[in-house]
T-cell receptor, first 112, second 113 residues
C-alpha cells in the first residue's frame, strides 16, 4: 500500500516557468489537499478537493491551479513560477473513517 | 478554526513521559482537537484526535480539559525517534472544514539520551 505518492521529490525552476506537481493516492479517499511549508513555519493550505470534479481554495491559493478528474490524482499546477513560491509542497489524503490525514513525502521546489 | 498556542520547544529524557500542552481557548463546540507531528521535514504524521473525552491509541494519549480550552498530548515512554515538531490544531471533522488543517508553529520536542 503506497499511500500518498508525490513526484518529483526535488525541482528547480526558473522564474516564469510553469510545472505540475503530481500527487496520487491509492486509498480511495475523496478528500485531498495541497499544503506549502516555508522554512521554520507550519503548513498552509493551498487548495483542496472533496471529490472528483470538485475543488476549492485554501488559505494561499494565488499562483496555483488544481483539478481533480479522478479520485486517485490531484495535481498542483504552478502557472508562472516566482521566487516566493520556493517552498516544500505536501499533498494529503484524508480518511473519511477517522478523518486522519495521510501526507506524502513532499516536493522541494526552488524557484530561481 | 481555533487559534492554538504551544510552547516553542520542550526537552524530554528518553524513557520518560513527554507531556506536550496546547491552549485552544477559542475552539468551537464542534471542532475536534488534532495532533500531528513532523519528523525531519518529512510529511506530517497523524497522532491522535478527540472531541471532549480523553483518547488513547498505540502512539499516545490525549487529555482534554473539561472546558475544552486546553489539552495535553502524552507520549508515555519517549524514544529518540519521537524527536519532532508536534502540532496541535482544531478542525471540524465531518463538517464544512472537513480535512482542513491549520498548522501553527508547533512545539519542537527533543528527546535526549
Amino acid at each position: 500500500n503506497a499511500g500518498v505518492t508525490q513526484t518529483p521529490k526535488f525541482q528547480v525552476l526558473k522564474t516564469g516557468q510553469s510545472m505540475t506537481l503530481q500527487c496520487a493516492q491509492d486509498m480511495n479517499h475523496e478528500y485531498m489537499s495541497w499544503y506549502r511549508q516555508d522554512p521554520g513555519m507550519g503548513l498552509r493550505l493551498i487548495h483542496y478537493s472533496v471529490g472528483a470534479g470538485i475543488t476549492d481554495q485554501g488559505e494561499v491559493p494565488n499562483g496555483y491551479n488544481v483539478s481533480r478528474s479522478t479520485t486517485e490524482d490531484f495535481p498542483l499546477r504552478l502557472l508562472s513560477a516566482a521566487p516566493s513560491q520556493t517552498s516544500v509542497y505536501f499533498c494529503a489524503s484524508t480518511s473519511p473513517v477517522n478523518t486522519e490525514a495521510f501526507f506524502g513525502q513532499g516536493t522541494r521546489l526552488t524557484v530561481v | 478554526d481555533a487559534k492554538t498556542t504551544q510552547p516553542p520547544s520542550m526537552d524530554c529524557a528518553e524513557g520518560r513521559a513527554a507531556n506536550l500542552p496546547c491552549n485552544h481557548s477559542t475552539i468551537s463546540g464542534n471542532e475536534y482537537v488534532y495532533w500531528y507531528r513532523q519528523i525531519h521535514s518529512q510529511g506530517p504524521q497523524y497522532i491522535i484526535h478527540g472531541l471532549k473525552n480523553n483518547e488513547t491509541n498505540e502512539m499516545a494519549s490525549l487529555i482534554i480539559t473539561e472546558d475544552r480550552k486546553s489539552s495535553t498530548l502524552i507520549l508515555p515512554h519517549a524514544t529518540l525517534r519521537d524527536t519532532a515538531v508536534y502540532y496541535c490544531m482544531g478542525s471540524n471533522a465531518g463538517g464544512t472544514s472537513y480535512g482542513k488543517l491549520t498548522f501553527g508553529q508547533g512545539t519542537i520536542l527533543t528527546v535526549h539520551p
